[in-house]
Nanobody, 123 residues
Framework: QVQLVESGGGLVQAGGSLRLSCAAS????????MAWFRQAPGEEREFVAG????????YYADSVKGRFTISRDNAKNTVSLQMNSLKPEDTAIYYC????????????????WGQGTQVTVSS
């Protein structure tokens, strides 16, 4: 069992930065592939970034590549998403998720989800 709690969302101007954090409880964190998804109003939930168990491999959606960086600290049971050069189209609720990591881009892959944190980017 894994429980996830996100923090760090907020309102920022275009071009600004935010850092999201996800705190995980449960001893199985280290065995989980971790990811961030986002969902804008009226849109489907979409993959943003993912990271392997060891942190050695990271994966990004094309829309955020070069601007966002995912990282994890297995000693602290946390995963983070550093978001730079934010754009209005990045506005969404961001969710942390824990899964197996085979089809990491699919929400169906993930058994555990946080409650989400709102990110709003003004133009």
């Amino acid at each position: 069992q894994v429980q996830l709690v996100e923090s760090g969302g907020g309102l920022v101007q275009a071009g600004g930065s935010l850092r999201l954090s996800c705190a995980a409880s449960g001893r199985t964190f280290i065995s989980r592939f971790m990811a961030w998804f986002r969902q804008a109003p009226g849109e489907e939930r979409e993959f943003v970034a993912g990271i392997s168990r060891s942190g050695a491999n990271t994966y990004y959606a094309d829309s955020v590549k070069g601007r966002f960086t995912i990282s994890r600290d297995n000693a602290k049971n946390t995963v983070s998403l550093q978001m730079n050069s934010l754009k209005p189209e990045d506005t969404a609720i961001y969710y942390c998720a824990a899964g197996i990591g085979v089809n990491y881009y699919s929400p169906d892959e993930y058994a555990y989800w946080g409650q989400g944190t709102q990110v709003t980017v003004s133009s």
